[in-house]
């Protein structure tokens, strides 16, 4: 079974500040990592994804995020904050093998001008 | 541009009665998904569904939701009778093999009164 914890419901920046949103899996056998992204009264869309290769992942609109297995994470980082960043982000995990995708609380991320 | 595409996008009715939402996958997808989402419990799976085969249903209360495909484009979520409790957004997604990614619909927003 695979679960996701995101650290924080809610995480306000200033415009052009470092945007950070945790995320930390649990999964018992290797993973498949997700960023999705949720504006208001619309569904998710997704931001970037980790399979294999290359453990930095960069996604759209300047996000990135980086799978680190002894750490059990999956950060999503942006260098710096834009108002239409304001959104809710979830992070999913789910196993290689099928498409059971556990998704997290989610971060409501706010932008400050 | 390819979407999932949800009818309705908006219902409200009175508690007790039947609530169908259909979801039309994109073209060439073979797995659908409906999740649930509400503020107080996220956002849950409650059913999926591979070449329209149900796959795992295990998230859905059995006594008064069912879901079908009845072909590869259209995949519905009945609710009867329908309870207050079932408010919530609806969201259909759907994707292919592989690496797992969903892409999801705009949901249907439900009010039972």
């Known amino acids: 079974a695979q679960s996701v914890t995101q650290l924080g419901s809610h ?12 995320c930390n899996y ?9 960023w999705y992204v949720q504006y208001p009264n619309q569904g998710l869309q997704l931001l970037l994804k980790y ?3 290359a453990t930095l992942v960069k996604g ?22 834009h108002m239409s960043d304001a959104a809710e ?6 196993p290689i093998y099928n498409n059971d995708m556990r998704f997290g609380a989610g971060t409501r991320l706010t932008v400050k001008p | 541009d390819a979407r999932v595409t949800q009818t309705p996008r908006h219902k ?30 996220g956002l849950e799976l409650l059913a999926y569904f591979r070449n329209r085969a149900p796959l795992d249903d295990s998230g859905m209360p059995k006594d008064r939701f069912s879901a079908e495909m009845p072909d590869a484009t259209l995949a ?10 079932d408010s919530a957004v609806y969201f259909c997604a759907s994707g292919t093999g592989g690496v797992y990614e969903q892409y999801f619909g705009p949901g249907t927003r439900l009010t039972v009164t």
């Open chain 1, 11 to 22: 995480v306000s920046v200033s415009e052009g500040a470092l945007v950070l949103l945790r």
């Open chain 1, 26 to 34: 649990s999964s018992s056998v290797p993973p498949y990592l997700f």
């Open chain 1, 51 to 53: 399979t294999t290769g």
């Open chain 1, 60 to 81: 759209i609109n300047g996000f990135e995020a980086e799978f680190k297995k002894s750490e059990t994470s999956f950060h999503l980082t942006k260098p710096s904050a």
């Open chain 1, 89 to 94: 982000y979830f992070c999913a995990v789910s």
């Open chain 2, 12 to 41: 409200v009715t009175e508690m007790g009665q039947e609530v169908t939402m259909r979801c039309q996958p994109i073209l060439g997808h073979n797995t659908v998904f409906w999740y649930r989402q509400t503020m107080m419990q």
């Open chain 2, 76 to 85: 519905t979520l009945k609710i009867q009778p329908s309870e207050p409790r």
